[in-house]
Each structure stands twice: as C-alpha cells, then as structure tokens.
C-alpha cells in the first residue's frame, strides 16, 4: 500500500521584461494567426459594406402674414407637436410603400425580407432634425429663422437626392393639408356649436316671452313699476284736489266781489230827470256794447289761461266777432233815422255815467273770470275722475296673486346664460371663419423650402480605416489572451531563472535541448509555407474586396 501523496503549489515568480519577450517569441504564431485574421476580415468587411449617402435639406418656416393679434389661428398647436404629426403622417406604411416602389428602394432587401422590415429600415433611415434657430446673413444685416432639416441616407447617392426632396415636397404639402383640415373642422365645430346656441336661446327667449304673456302686470319689475305708478298717481289726485279746492276758493271770492259791485251799479245808477234835444242812442245798441265788453273780458281771459288754438278761445274770438258785426251794422241803421224831438228824459250825471260804466265793467269781468273757474273746476273734476280711475285699476293689479318668483328667476338666469353663450360663440365662428379664410389664402404660418436637397461627394458611412483598425485591434487582442492562456497553462522550467526560482539550488551548468537537424529545417518550411499560404490567401481576399468595392462604386 503506497503512502498518500502531498499535493503542493508554488508561486510563480515575478515576471520581467525578457520574460515577456521570451513569451511572445515562443507564442508568436498565436498572436500573429489571429491578428492576421482580424485583419483580413476587418479589409472584407470594410470594402464590402456598401456606402451610405446622406442627402439633406433645411425646410424654413415661414411665420403667418397677418399678426395673430388681428386674425387668432386656429391651430394651436407647438410647432414641434405639429412637425411630429406631419412626421408620423408621411412615414406611414402606405407612405413609405408607395416611395419604395415608385424609386424601386431596397431591391435586395426585398428579396430576402419581409415588406415590413423593410419599411422599417427605411423608418431608420429617413432623418428629421428639430426646430431650432438659424442665423443667416442678409446683406449687411443677419436675421435668425426657425427652420429644421430632413435627410434620407441610401446606398445611391443621387436616389438620396431625389428622396430628400420628395419628402420636403411631401412636407411642405401636408402641412397646408394639416392646417386647413385642423381649421376647417375647427370652424365646422364652432358652427355646430354656434347653431345648437342659437337655438337654445332662441328656445328660452320663446319660454321667456310666453310667461311673461301669461303674467302680464304680475312680473316683479312689473310690480315696481306698478308701486312708482300708484304713488305718483296719488300724488297727482292730491294736487288735483288742492287745485279743485283752490278754484272753489277763488269762485266764492269772485261771487262775493259781484254781489258787492252789484250793490255799488245800484247806488250809483239813479238817474235824474232832463230835456234834452239829442238823438238819444237805442238801448239795443247799448246792450251790443256791452255785450261786446263782456265777450272781449272774456276771450283775455280765456288767452291768459290757454293758447290761440284752443277751442274755448276760437270759440269766445267767433262770439265776438259776431257782436261786431252786429253793432256795426246797428250803428249804420242808426245813422239813417231822422232826427228825434226835444224831450223829457231822466239821465245820470256824467260823473255817475262814467262810474255806472266801471262798475259795470267790472261786474262783467268779474262774472267772466268766474265762468272761467267754473271751467277750471270742470276740467280738474273730470282729472280727478280719470286719474282716480287709474288708480283703481292699478291697484286691483297690485292686489292680483303675484307669480313665481322663482320661476321668473330660472327662467331669466337661463336667458340671459343662453345669450351669454350665443354672443362668446357667434365671435369665435367670426374669428375662426377668418382664421380658416386666411388659411385657404395660404397667408398662415406655412413652410418654405430653404435649401434643396444636396448631393452628397462622399459616404457617410462606413468609416473604413476604423472598421479595418478596430478589427486589427481585436485580432491582436485575440492573439495575446490565446498565448496568455497557454502561457498560464504551461507549468514547466523555461531558462535558468525557473530553475533558480523554484529548485533554489546553485546551477553548475546546463544542458541545450539536442533535436535532429532534418527535423528542425522540415518543421521550419512547413511553417514558412503554411504562414505563405495564409498571408497569400489573405492579401488575395483583401484584394478581391477591396476591387469589388471600386468595380462596383465605377
């Protein structure tokens, strides 16, 4: 039975440079094999990737023409916001199906792909840029300008230019389409809305007014009314009565003022007896004068009180005119009698006559001026009928049921929002039919081509120096991870320096490793032909790519 073995582990001593450079030279091929490889597949992949062209253009936008302050847009919408739906709107896949097949894209990708995929990659490849400001130079001046930038990258470069400005042009025109639609329906909806307003006032005026046919004399501003109405109706019976009272007043004065001149007429007016031989005057033709005196007392009076068109006036003015003609044609019919004889009459003094003729006149103006108050009294009793009528017939209104106030109210407040709404909806279809007018007219904010699509000189992409640089560095990378891992794998004494290192004994001397020279030389050819074979294989494959890419690109 043998003994168990011990199982130990020594550290690896610390490695210096010419350890390193032992390593490399021992795993040369390791690291050469896949930095070689990398190259080569990094040349094949660079040349074979087909060139990507990006064309681009810059779409201005060109603010409204008419300032907002004047004429409200009705897309209110952010720019931005606005570019997206646009964006979202020609990228569609019926869009983009119809751009593939009118410019006959992707040929090959349709071949070995799904439509779908490749509308997707076209997604990908169609680039829009952000508004943001430019600054160009104008003349002498520079003005900033919002604009953005829309590109399309593509294998053909002159297919790229041509792309690009399809979809400037499709742009340009959906955003006139966008903004008409959005205005049109905008305005479309505010008349709807405008209409259904219409009607509910119109519907609520009608419910109005028929209540207020209903309840007329019992609404509540009615009432108010019908209270002011009623207190001056009754302030104006009052001063009717005082003037009543008042003319009454003045009567009985004007009567007692008669019966005393009557009294004073009787006192002056005993004559006294005389002859004389004068033509002594008729007494019808004294009774015409003084029928005259009384009529013209009358008609002052009659002015005093009332104009010349009145008909009390007119009426005195024709009595009048009538007793003048009367004493005229009297005094000739007096003129053309003979003489009288003398004889014996009985006369007043001339004293008494001319007082007799004051006193008379006095009477009769005073009989006038009563005949007056008499009708002053007529005209303020009939007043006083009419306007105590008034005010029985306003208070049997005030004294009706008054209606519902509350239902008044409802009504009123319904009214009055009805109308609120029509009038806030009848101004915004105004400014949204001129917003939509000024739309149509191509006078809003509208896009405008900057600068054209480009043709793109170079491609884009790929970057080909890098690809083939990268892919170097990861061959080399490659190389020196495998010899470090067969380095760290191989655990056996290299040189001298192991020796000492891990035996810690002293070296007296060193045997070289003996190997037969034919094998040596053989083992030597066969990987000078095998690393001439591959570098050979490998420059050809470069060479045919990097031919394929310039035959092709001709």
Known sequence: MQP??????????ALDVEDFIDIVRRHKTWILGPLFLGLVVSVVVAFLWPDTYISSAVIRVVPAQVPERFVPSNVNAELGQLINSMTQQ?????ALTNLIQTYNLYPEDRKRKPMEDVIEGMRRDVRVGGVRSLTR??????????AFEVGFSYSDRILAQRLTADLVTRYIDENIRARASQSVLTTQFLRDQWETAKREYETSEQRLSDFRSRNAGRLPEQMQMGLQKMNALETRLSSVNSSVSRAGNDKLLLESQVQTLKAQFSFVATPSEETTTAAGRSERLVRLEQQILNAETI?????????????????????????????????????????????TVRRLSQSNVVEAKNIEAAITRTLSMIQIKELEIQELAKDRMDTEREITNVRQQLQASPTSDTEYATLMQERNAARDRYDGLTVKKVQSELATDLENRRQGEMLELLDPASLPQTPFAPNRWIIVAVGTCIGLAVGLTVAGGREVKDTSLKNLKDVRAYTQLT?????????????????KRMA?????????????????????YYVRKV
């Open 4 to 13: 168990p073995s011990e199982q130990f582990s020594v550290a690896r001593r």
């Open 90 to 94: 020609i990228l569609s896949r019926g």
């Open 507 to 523: 070296v007296l001397a060193s045997v070289p490793l003996l190997e037969n020279d034919f094998v040596v030389r053989r083992r």
């Open 528 to 548: 000078w032909l095998l690393w001439s074979a591959a570098c050979f294989v490998g420059i050809l494959i470069m060479s045919g790519s990097i031919a394929y």
């Open 137 to 146: 130079q104008v003349g002498r001046e520079q003005s900033t300008i919002s």
């Open 299 to 343: 008609v002052n009076a009659l002015r005093e009180r009332y104009t010349e068109t009145h008909p009390d006036v007119l009426r005195a003015k024709s009595e009048l005119a009538s007793l003048q003609t009367s004493k005229t044609a009297l005094t000739a019919e007096e003129m053309t009698k003979p003489e009288a004889k003398p004889q």
